[in-house]
């Protein structure tokens, strides 16, 4: 049930991104390389939004599910909307949304970036090669700076060694602070996204017809009359 879940939010989101991408993008390039690398990168990208998708989805999901549990008990045919799926289905989206803002977009970034080191032979490897190391040293450096922040803020065993539980306290803090960043750049952005889309709109739209002033129109297409009498 996961999987077909996870793949129709897939497809759905393939077809989001190949509808709003640019026609240049992923297809339309003459070297085989680069078709591959962006195919690899579109799939990377696609797999991404269907988590993020998922992660939204999540809550209603389970809200629904309850509801359609509790107003039919005793049905067969919705038996499988229990409590096992839907943890299960918390457990993967956290999961996967690690390991997409940890890895899978980054790797995509610099994967369409990379050439290749210097000497090396050219390909789709010597891409992931460069990228791997690449990606490499940025989490040695993320892992680094945290480090010295932890040392710096709480100079004592405890803290540091809460680093070298990743899973228990690292990417849970990191997703915790990328998703409240995120939520501060959307309070911030959205008033002036409204604010411009009801400018643009009101620059767009025609004034209604019904709602203009006879009289005045009347006015002044008289003094447009004698204006033009008068330069006769």
């Known amino acids: 049930i996961c999987a077909l879940l996870f ?3 897939y497809i759905l989101c393939h077809f989001i991104i190949t509808h709003f991408k ?7 390039v003459h070297d085989d390389e680069d078709a591959a690398v962006n195919r690899i990168a579109l799939g990377l990208c696609t797999f991404t939004l269907a988590v993020a998708l998922g992660a939204v989805l999540l809550l209603p999901f389970s809200i629904i ?7 039919f008990p005793q049905n067969y045919y919705i038996q499988w909307l229990n409590g096992s799926l839907i943890h299960g289905l918390w457990n993967l989206v956290f999961l996967f949304s690690n390991m997409s803002l940890v890895f899978l977009m980054p ?14 032979k050219k390909g789709i490897m010597a891409r992931v ?4 190391v690449v990606l490499l040293l940025l989490t040695l450096l993320v892992l680094g700076m945290v480090w010295v922040a932890s040392a710096i803020v709480g100079n004592d065993a405890a803290s540091r060694q809460s680093l070298y539980d990743l899973w228990e306290y690292y990417l849970p803090y990191l997703y915790s602070c990328i998703s409240l960043s995120g939520v501060l750049l959307l309070l911030l952005c959205t008033p002036f996204g409204l604010s411009t889309m009801f400018t643009v709109t009101g620059k767009l739209l025609v004034k209604p017809r019904l709602l203009e002033d006879l009289d005045e129109q009347l006015s002044c297409t008289r003094f ?9």
Request: glycine letters at 4%.
């Open 107 to 120: 790797f995509a970034y610099f994967f369409t970036e990379s050439e290749g080191f210097a000497g090396s």
């Open 129 to 132: 090669y460069e990228t791997s």
């Open 65 to 71: 599910s309850n509801e359609v549990l509790l107003s």
């Open 224 to 232: 447009e009359e004698a204006a033009v009498s008068h330069r006769i």
């Open 7 to 9: 793949a129709s939010l």
């Open 22 to 28: 640019k026609h240049t993008d992923f297809t339309a």
